[in-house]
């Protein structure tokens, strides 16, 4: 649209746009996010290319607020500005404007070699969620940049129907922790045969407590029998979340192997595990769990005197009339 066919408030501004001093500039694209005129959503685009990064950003969240699908190819590109403040608001607005139909332009900037706009495009396919995506995010696990294997690993996880991925499996290694963290919570949505085993090992063995206890949720979301005896061991970490969500856990998969830790964990020292184990021992419905469980009904906590006698309603509620304690 030519500046004469505009408001004429609206035009003094767009005309202001290509003005050579910073301080004008920077009024104009202030005031026409102000206007809020979508006569000026193509100045606004092009004072994307602005050479100054301020006057880039506020043109980025006046786009953003018209949510105008003809800024979203613009906006993209800014995804691999130099300038962090930048590609961070073209991220944010772009996570509320992108949809499935701009599913392909992103796997193409993908094969870009830009390494912020990889990790940005990375981040918004979470969002449309399509396994077309796999082909393209499986090369970056082997990437040699730390952030776009943690940054991948993460993205499978959010893909609509992928629930195998043995590629992925070996990011459970990986030298960075900020990346085997990331892996351990993928693997709960996997179902590789691999899984269950890899993510028990990584709960007893893994030098970092973060690892373990991500070991811990993703054994939660699976809850499969065969992690009881990592879990049983788990227990034992020194670490309270891991310990945690490790009770949590053995709530999916109540085994008589886990009474002994679960009782035991009635008196550690950090109530959420108490509570968690209460609750452990509830779907256990072991009667050998009642003292235990009665004597923590005076617990400093109110919460663990709350599951506790939850769980020993819960016990006394699957035995038989007979056998009430």
């Avoid at 990064?53 to 699908?69: D, K, S």
């Avoid at 800014?78 to 590609?87: A, D």
């Avoid at 670490?239 to 856990?249: D, I, L, M, N, P």
């Amino acid at each position: 649209m030519y500046a004469t066919d505009m408001d004429p408030e609206v035009a003094q501004w767009v005309e202001l746009l290509r003005s050579p001093d910073l301080d004008e500039r920077l009024v104009a694209v202030k005031t026409l996010q102000h206007l809020g005129d979508e006569d000026a959503i193509e100045p606004l685009i092009g004072a994307l290319y602005d050479e100054n990064p301020t006057v880039q950003e506020i043109a980025i969240t006046t786009l953003w607020e018209f949510a105008n699908p003809v800024a979203i190819n613009p906006l993209i590109e800014c995804l691999s500005s130099p300038h962090e403040n930048v590609r961070n608001e073209a991220l944010s607005a772009l996570k509320e404007l992108v949809s499935t139909n701009d599913l392909m332009k992103l796997l193409d900037v993908l094969q870009v070699g830009n390494v912020h706009a990889q990790l940005n495009v990375l981040v918004l396919l979470r969002k449309i969620h399509d396994a077309q995506a796999l082909p393209y995010i499986m090369p970056f696990f082997k990437s040699e940049n730390p952030e776009l294997r943690e940054a991948a690993v993460i993205t499978l996880r959010y893909l609509n129907q992928v629930v195998r991925c043995e590629p992925a499996l070996a990011l459970a290694k990986d030298p960075v922790e900020a990346v085997r963290r990331a892996t351990t919570l993928t693997l709960g949505h996997l179902s590789d045969a691999e899984v269950v085993p890899l993510l028990c090992e990584l709960l007893t063995s893994d030098p970092d407590w973060q690892v373990r206890r991500n070991a811990a949720q993703s054994l939660d979301i699976l809850a499969d029998p065969a992690a009881v005896p990592a879990l049983v061991t788990a227990m034992d970490d020194p670490e309270w979340q891991v310990r945690k969500f490790t009770a949590r856990a053995l709530q999916k998969t109540p085994d008589v192997q886990a009474l002994p830790v679960l009782i035991k964990s009635l008196a550690d020292e950090y109530s959420d595990v108490r509570r968690d184990a209460a609750t452990a021992l509830g779907k256990l419905a072991d009667t050998n769990a009642l003292p235990a469980l009665q004597q923590t009904l005076n617990d400093p906590d109110m919460d663990v005197r709350i599951f506790s006698q939850r769980a020993i309603d819960a016990i006394q509620k699957s035995q038989p009339e007979t056998s009430h304690v």
